[in-house]
């Protein structure tokens, strides 16, 4: 549960709920620091604060590539974050199926 609360805390603002989705639409590979900025309009200083922010809630997941520090979203702590939100909607009773985003035996 505490990853939970990390998440939607991370998520509850703005500017890191932009940066997240941007990251989700954009998939496995990532982007760069400052494509990312540049996307989103966002000073690096900015950009820096809430992606420590997100890397910290453990919803994004940075490497570096070269010169370069790539972001990605962590479909793992995303995925697990909609399955606390949801394990027990419509009364316990499987409501429509949720299909698990980037789930790699769902790409096989």
């Known amino acids: 549960m505490s990853i939970a609360i990390k998440a939607l805390g991370a998520l509850a603002h703005e500017t890191r ?19 990312l900025a540049k996307e989103l309009n966002i000073p690096n200083a900015t ?43 419509c009364a316990g009773i499987p409501c429509s199926p949720v299909e698990v985003c980037c789930d790699e035996k769902n790409n096989s």
């Open 17 to 35: 709920l932009t940066i997240f989705r941007t990251l989700v639409q954009v998939g496995e590979p990532g982007l760069p620091a400052g494509q």
């Open 47 to 89: 950009l820096s604060f809430h992606l420590k922010e997100l890397t910290y809630a453990e919803l994004v997941i940075a490497r570096q590539e070269s010169r370069f520090i790539y972001y990605s979203a962590n479909f793992e702590t995303m995925n697990g974050l909609l399955g606390y939100l949801t394990e027990n909607c």
